[in-house]
């Protein structure tokens, strides 16, 4: 063998060790290299997973206190934040770590523990030690992108990966970013009793997402007792005897704020500092994001990356969407698969929660003059009515020529879930005639997207 690897994949992520898994074949040496003590990457350790976990406890603590409305009263009602962070640990500790080590060396993956340096398009360093192999997919994924506040180099501040393994639970909490991240622990601090300030640039949170959604997740947070400034603008940060202080603008105002921690939820950047990629070929943008082709092939031919790492849509299941092609690519040769990124459901969980598919009514508009949009209001549902859960709605944008659907986009409780049926029919290239014509079952939340469709076509 002319290298020690047929294929040598960096980082044990959802994209990685998905990579490295569809890459395999009789014959094939494939080592995985992980920088990280927890392999598994960002999901499973420090992101998904836990925050997930945090907001069911914060959940369950929010549902505990509305059981009076149901005709059961409980007493001494309390969330333990101690405990809530150990069961954390443990869930963490079974899905990720060593699971996901265990689980490379059984299905005969090499591991190799440092961080990885390209010396050249055949060659990288890891510690001590050189190794070589014919060819490589980067798997490194994002970190927390830290804007160039004044001062921020001078205090002390958390992201995500602080924020789901703190101690101790914080009196106050200033969160920068209103984003999904940045409404997650919002959500989760306030339900514990933490006082918490979120600072929001764009004049509303989840910006990207529908105007009415965005505004249901504001009444959300604010009835949680959380104080929102949208459309601010972060002047500066210093310490202060509270512990953090940020001066903020809002429209003409200049207002200061403090509090005892600082979380930064202001978005991502692509792990590829230190990474030698010029010394490989690799070709980064301004930002730092390995650029690829359809096909995740980077500038450098015999190498491949996939995930968070090289933009566009940073989820999980886009990752393990991406790593499973390039994996399957770089032993495809002329066969090589492209990937479809067409319809990509996402979900942010905060109560109720927010889901989305495709275009918003607005996007839509832009590209074709005929739109269809249905809106039905969920306290319409039989199910929401049994529930006593009156917010939220569900609206579906589709082709008024075509009628195939454009977008849709649920705020309701199992909104993750409801959320996947537009995705299908989207997928498929159904038409909103036939999720409007399909018999759902009563009483569900799911009514709600047959519902949506009827007053769309009607």
């Known amino acids: 063998m002319k290298y020690q690897y047929d294929l040598l994949v960096i980082g044990s992520g959802s994209a990685g060790f998905s990579a490295a898994s569809s890459a395999k074949g009789t014959g094939r040496k494939i080592g995985i290299v992980e920088k990280e003590n927890r392999w598994g990457g960002e999901c499973p350790n420090w992101a998904c997973v836990p925050t997930k976990v945090l907001l069911k406890s914060a959940k369950a603590y929010r549902d505990l206190k509305h059981l009076n409305a149901l005709g059961v009263h409980v007493s001494n009602e309390s969330i333990d934040f101690g405990e809530v962070m150990m069961r954390r640990a443990k869930i963490v500790g079974a899905l990720a770590g060593k699971r996901i080590e265990d689980l490379a060396e059984k299905m005969g993956f090499d591991r190799i523990k440092g961080h990885a340096i390209f010396l050249d398009e055949h060659t990288i ?27 921020i180099d001078k205090v002390s501040w958390i992201d995500f990966r602080g924020a789901v393994e703190l101690d101790n639970k914080p009196k106050s909490m200033i969160i920068i970013g209103g984003g999904p991240v940045g409404c997650e622990f919002a959500t989760f601090f306030a339900t514990v009793g933490t006082k918490v300030t979120l600072i929001q640039g764009a004049p509303l949170v989840l910006h990207r997402e529908e105007p009415e959604l965005s505004e249901i997740a504001h009444k959300s947070l604010e009835d949680l007792g959380v104080q929102i400034f949208a459309g601010a603008e972060v002047l500066g940060v210093e310490k202060s005897d509270a512990g953090i202080e940020v001066k903020v603008r809002i ?153 195939k659907i454009l977008g849709g986009h649920v705020a309701s409780a199992r909104a993750g879930e409801m959320i996947h049926e537009v995705a299908l029919a989207m997928y498929t290239n159904s038409k909103i005639d036939d999720l409007a014509n399909m018999i759902h079952a009563y009483p569900t939340y799911s009514e709600g997207i047959t519902a949506a469709a009827t007053v769309a076509i009607s």
């Open 125 to 151: 360093q890891v510690g001590d030690d050189k190794y070589t192999s014919d060819k490589f997919i980067v798997a490194t994924g994002a970190g927390t992108f830290i804007p160039p506040i004044p001062g």
């Open 251 to 403: 429209e003409k105002d200049i207002e200061k704020m403090s509090a005892d921690v600082l979380l930064m939820a202001t978005g991502k950047t692509s792990n590829t500092a230190g990474l030698g990629a010029g010394a490989a070929g690799i070709k980064l943008d301004q930002r730092g994001t390995i650029i690829v082709g359809s096909d995740l092939r980077t500038s450098a031919k015999n190498i491949w990356a996939a995930g968070d790492v090289d933009g566009g849509m940073r989820f999980t299941h886009t990752a393990h969407h991406e790593g499973t092609i390039a994996g399957y690519n770089a032993f495809a040769g002329t066969d090589a698969l492209k990937t479809d990124q067409r319809v990509v459901p996402r979900v942010t969980f905060v109560d109720p929660e927010i889901a989305s598919v495709g275009l918003t009514e607005v996007e839509a508009r832009e590209k074709t003059e005929n739109v269809l949009v249905g809106t039905f209001a969920i306290r319409g549902l039989g199910r929401a009515f049994i529930d006593d859960d009156r917010d939220g709605f569900v609206k579906i944008v589709a082709d008024g020529k075509t009628r």
